[in-house]
Every structure is written in C-alpha cells, then in structure tokens.
C-alpha cells in the first residue's frame, strides 16, 4: 500500500481509537505470517526500557513488541526529527501460589502456577518453559494423598480457563530429583486459538523430615522467539515454613541447669491431653525428634525425652520437636525425672506465622505469653506433692477420724461405767 492509501484507511479511524489499535494489531499479524522483512530491531532489551531507531526515511511505520501476552503493536508516521512511541504490551510472566500457609511434616501441599498464553504469530519458534526448584525438606509426589514419585518423567495437570484438564509431562533433574522442567513450547504454539487466555498448572509436593521454618520453593519462567535471546523471568518464591518446639527443661530458680529424663508427649487439643489420647507421633532420639505420621500399627512412638545439656540439641535447650503447622498444641510431661515432681496440668503451646516477608519473624507463646527467645522453659520441683483432693489422702484422713471419734467414745463409755 501507498503511503496515501495508507492515511485514507486511518482517517476512517479519525474519531476510533480502539479500531486504530485493532487495525494495527492485525496489520502486525498479516506482516507477521507474510515474513515480511522488518526495517529494524532492537534483539532483547531486558530491563532497558527505551530503544531508539535512527536514521529513518519519512513514512509510515509499524512498531510492535515480540512474546508478549499479546500482540501490541502501534502505528507512528515519522515525519519529524524525533518521534516517541509508547508500548504497553505485557511480557509473559507466572505467579505460583500453595493451597497452605505453614506445613507440618507429612503433609502434601498443592501448588498452582498461573500464566497468560502468549502470542506467537509469526514465530516459527517460540520456548515457554516452567522450572520449578524446591528445598530439602520437600519431594515431588504424584498427587494429593501424596502417591511416591519415580522417575524423572512427571505428570502434571494444565489447562485453560475453566476447561478440560489434560496431563503434560514435566522433567525432573538434580539432586534428589527436586528440580523441574515443564516444556509447554509446543502447547503454547498449539494453543494458539486461546492466546490471551489464563491457564493453570497444578502439581504436588510432599513435605518431608528435612524441612525447617525457611522451606520454600521457586518457580521462573524461560521464554522467548530467538534460541540466541532467551528471557528468563525472576523467580516468584512461595514460603511454606514447618516450626519446632523448643524445650529447656531445668531445675526451679536454676536457669543453667538441664534435666535429663523427662519424657513429654504432644497433642492437638486440650481434651486429648487431659485424657492421653491422639498424642502426635514423632521419630528421633538423644533430644531431637521430628513429627512422623507416617508409623502404623502398634509400635508408634510418641514419647520424647530430655537430655542433660543444652549443646547438644540447640543452644539453650534439650529437648526439640520439628516439623509442626502454626497453630495450638498442648505439652504433656508424663514422667518426671527420678527426685523431681511432674508437671500437674498440660502446658499450652501456641505457634504464629510471620505477618511479614521475613519467614523467621514468627512467634511462640506458653499459656498465652509470647516466649521471646522461642525457647519454653519447663521447671521440675523437688519434694513430695500433695494428694490430689478426694484421692487416698482423703481416706487416711478420714480413718484417722472414724478413729479419734471413736476414740473418744470408748473413753467417754469407760469413764462412764467407773463413775457408775
């Protein structure tokens, strides 16, 4: 087309700003499939913001962005000395978000990444990739109930909108296998007649003994028409931290003492610890256990045991449990050790999730005061308990009355047959 026909065809757009853009944009998409040669290119620009094309003939002009959500694209007559065209083209981009806010070990968290399918006219190539890193204390597993991983070849759920699932194959890699790579290049390409549209991928993982209060994963995406200039977004990080409970367990009014051989247990509600039922069962020795749901049968270990130094275990502690969700929990001392008087009531313990972005600014508290250090000191006494109120004391007191009553009365029915 002539530079006049051109103006003519944007002159019915006079007083149409949109039909201008649209116009644009399927002009973009015929110069695209038609391969036409473009007059000049800026490769990828990264974080740079601004890219000057110089030494420009007069006429019309066609400038667009490459791998953006969709196509944007504008029309600008270089008639001037310097023209300035502002693009608002979004470049791909994922968002990655967990079905939980902290974890307990056992536990199988669901993961969700969000993005946009992208336009690809005119590419003959086109790279969308998905990687998926996460930490030690999290493994792959092939869905909700938490079904064990193996392999490298792993299924994840994609679709669009509200549609019909299907299932792609991801990759796994590194250590552990807990790097993935899910290849949706050839989908996106495929799916082209939904460009613009959001789509979802889903898969799992399970949270395992090795996680701590900084258990996170990432997700980045990799995409991009040029093999050679490759973008690679930054990673969005989602946290789910798992917490301990620290236990000083020490001496009345002895703070630098550690008592060895006092064995706890752990429970969910009050009621279950006031009656010694669905205690949490845990794995470990020497002062260091961590939560294990998954025992069976009759050999479930629930106790824990305090050890007599405060190095071993954690600075200032000996005795700790990890891998719990926030929430409230209730510590029961079953056994006091030799010499020393048991805790009468369960000790409540009650962990929050940081209100910020730093994962290790959580809280703990015991019977509703917040433990600064994060550390619950547990005190023993020496001597002997009094008797709980109707129990054995009760009766000898009452025995030892029925005897001075009666006591009495056989002295009072004496003195009264030597005064008769």
Do not use: C
Not at 45 to 65: M, S, W
Not at 170 to 192: C, F, K, P, V, Y
């Amino acid at each position: 087309a002539t530079s006049e026909q051109l103006y003519n065809k944007l002159a019915e757009y006079k007083e149409n700003p949109s039909g201008i853009q649209k116009f644009a944009n399927d002009f973009t998409a015929a110069a695209l499939k038609a391969g036409t040669a473009e007059t000049g290119t800026s490769k990828k620009l990264g974080e740079v913001t601004e890219y000057k094309f110089e030494n420009l003939d007069y006429g019309y002009y066609l400038v667009y962005q490459t791998g953006t959500k969709e196509i944007q694209s504008s029309l600008v007559s270089v008639d001037d000395v310097d023209v300035t065209v502002n693009l608002k083209g979004q470049a791909p981009s994922i968002d990655k978000t967990a079905n939980a806010t902290t974890v307990e070990i056992g536990q199988v968290v669901t993961y969700t990444i969000k993005g946009t399918i992208p336009d690809t006219t005119g590419y003959d190539k086109y790279t969308y990739k998905i990687h998926d890193t996460l930490t030690e204390g999290l493994d792959f597993v092939k869905d909700a109930v938490g079904t064990a991983q193996e392999g490298t070849s792993y299924n994840v759920s994609v679709k669009i909108g509200e549609g019909q699932a299907e299932t792609k194959a991801a990759t796994l890699s590194g250590e552990n296998n807990r790097i993935m790579t899910l290849d949706l290049s050839e989908w996106i390409r495929n799916n082209q007649n939904s460009k613009g549209q959001e789509f979802t991928v889903t898969y799992y993982a399970k949270v395992n003994a090795d996680a701590v209060v900084q258990t996170n994963n990432s997700a980045h995406l990799e995409y991009g028409n040029d093999p050679d200039n490759i973008t690679t977004t930054t990673p969005d990080v989602v946290t789910t931290p798992t917490y301990p409970v620290q236990i000083h367990k020490l001496i009345k009014d002895q703070q630098n003492s550690y008592l060895a051989g006092a064995i706890f247990r752990l429970y969910r509600s009050e009621e279950d610890a006031n009656n010694n039922q669905n205690a949490i069962a845990v794995t470990g020795s020497n002062g260091t256990y961590t939560v294990d749901p998954e025992q069976v049968g009759d050999n479930k270990m629930y106790d824990m045991e305090s050890i007599g130094d405060g190095t071993t275990v954690g600075t200032g502690m000996n005795l700790k449990l990890n891998g719990l969700a926030e929430g409230s929990y209730w510590l029961v001392e079953t056994q006091a050790p030799d010499g020393y008087n048991k805790l009468t009531a369960p000790v409540k313990i009650t962990i929050t999730k940081s209100d910020t972005t730093n994962v290790d600014d959580w809280t703990i508290k015991q019977n509703d005061g917040v433990v600064d250090d994060k550390i619950i000191d547990i005190e023993n006494t020496t001597g002997t308990l009094l008797p709980e109120t109707g129990g054995m004391g009760t009766v000898i007191f009452t025995v030892i009355a029925v005897v001075m009553i009666l006591g009495i009365a056989v002295s009072f029915v004496i003195s009264r047959r030597k005064r008769a």
